[in-house]
């Protein structure tokens, strides 16, 4: 039986290389590519998995070197960016209630 992950780390690892597989890189071909789907969906999850708010979750992420490097951010986005790609993902049938279960799911399997 896995045992659930505490990992923030080790949880938006498994998040991001899901994305990764599972998304279109960017939701459309005009995107501006600062940053692409699998980055923001792994940011959503993580989100989720640590219980905060967007602003928090992108104080954790501009103060956290090692999370930053492993999603591959050039710069860290604004909490409104994360804003609207959970309402674009809502658009295409991710909540962030199913972003919430995924994320449970994967912690358990990890």
Known sequence: MASMTKSPLDFTRLAFESAKKSLEPYSTKFSRRD????QHFALLAL???????YRKTMQVVMEWSDLREL?????????TTLEKA???????GLSIESIASWSTTLAASA
């Open 47 to 53: 989100r989720s998995f640590m219980n905060l708010d």
């Open 86 to 92: 959970q309402k674009r993902l809502l658009k295409k």
């Open 35 to 38: 940053f692409n789907q699998a």
């Open 71 to 79: 999603l591959e951010l050039k710069k860290v986005p604004h909490w």
